[in-house]
């Protein structure tokens, strides 16, 4: 009497073929693979803040070629070196004519600021608050002293400048040929993925090149305009405050905290007077920069909260020192710009799969 049903086999759980084993391992790989990525962007931390650093600094490139290209018709390469020309040119006219009393100005700035700094421990001791000037010191030393690994590794003159270079030259190269980068990119991306990837990283470059020209009109507005309204009343080193004032200003939230208490502490040391002029022209300063510029170029481009950016300059500047710090706000960027793109992607995925007609 033969068997009119056969018994099929199926692989039972430890074997490497049952799909049990197969789905727990690819999950495995999975968070393997995550691992591996956290260790090495843990020990590469200092190549990978200086390749995006590089690639800021190409999308400030490109942009001002793009800027250029609008009323010179003239080949990328030339607009691009014009740009850069200029840039170094600037530069160096500015430290030619101010380099010698900056110099000054700078060492007088330390001197007011460490006084006033013990005035104001001195007077918080007599309302009875137990910090010292040198406790006052000995916090803002500390603060710069727990700055990470990157910070460590660019401490010296030789590693700051070295790290610089190499940031400027590959920005350099990014930013001639940025298409060329893209493409070998996308190639080692599945052909189902790379007209994602070009969609995403046309959206990045045009969010960071709008998120940085903002950020060049801001401080450009607040280094001049702090400048200018400083020396109309009179208040010591204008000067030096301008070029703080618009440098700090390429860090959104904590640039403004420190260049403001620099204002105040030097605008008091001349007067009380000088003082409270001093702390009005940093809140118009402030606000005509917060309410006009930020709002009708930056926004548009990226709308980011500022705790958001706060916390991620915290994060970043306590990973990376102040590379990091730098780069917090257009990492922020990027990252936001991705996740909306894939949420866009994923969403026009979905309406598609629901359209499709059901099988019979």
Do not use: C
Not at 264 to 289: E, H, M, W
């Amino acid at each position: 009497m033969s068997e009119t049903h056969r018994h099929v086999e199926e692989p039972g759980p430890s074997e490497v073929r049952s799909p049990l084993v197969q789905q727990e391992l690819k999950r495995a790989g999975v968070w393997f693979g995550v691992a591996i990525a956290i260790a090495l962007a843990a020990l590469l931390a200092q190549p990978l803040m200086l390749i995006l650093g590089a690639m800021v600094l190409a999308t400030m490139m490109d942009g001002g070629s793009r800027l250029l290209g609008r009323v010179l018709p003239i080949g990328r390469g030339w607009r691009l070196a014009i740009v850069l020309l200029s840039a170094v040119a600037f530069l160096a006219w500015t430290f030619y004519l101010t380099g010698s009393s900056l110099a000054a100005q700078a060492q007088a700035m330390r001197t007011i600021v460490e006084a006033q700094v013990t005035r104001i421990g001195g007077w918080m001791q007599q309302l009875g608050i137990t910090a010292t000037p040198s406790d006052l010191k000995g916090l803002a030393q500390q603060a710069m002293s727990s700055m990470g690994r990157v910070t460590a590794a660019l401490g010296t003159a030789v590693g700051a400048i070295t790290g610089g270079a190499m940031m400027l030259v590959l920005a350099i190269f990014l930013a001639t040929e940025p298409k060329l980068y893209e493409r070998g990119v996308a190639w080692m991306l599945p052909m189902d993925k790379r007209a994602q990837f070009y969609t995403i990283a046309d959206k990045m470059g045009w969010t960071l090149r709008r998120l940085m020209f903002g950020r060049i009109i801001g401080m450009s507005v607040e280094g001049v305009g702090t400048w200018l309204l400083l020396w109309v009343f009179g208040v010591p080193m204008a000067g030096l405050l301008g070029i703080l004032t618009g440098l700090l200003a390429f860090l959104p939230n904590i640039g403004a905290i420190i260049s403001g208490v620099l204002i105040v502490l030097v605008g008091f040391s001349g007067g009380v007077d000088t003082g409270l002029y001093a702390v009005g022209v940093y809140l118009v300063v402030q606000i005509v920069d917060g309410y006009l510029i930020v709002p009708m170029v930056a926004k548009r481009a990226v709308d980011l909260a500022p705790a958001l950016v706060l916390a991620a300059q915290i994060l970043f500047g306590a990973l990376f020192g102040i590379i990091g710090l730098f780069l917090a706000d257009p990492i922020v960027a990027m990252i936001k710009v991705y996740l909306e793109e894939r949420s866009k992607a994923n969403r026009q995925h979905g309406d598609q799969a629901s359209l499709k007609p059901a099988g019979p």
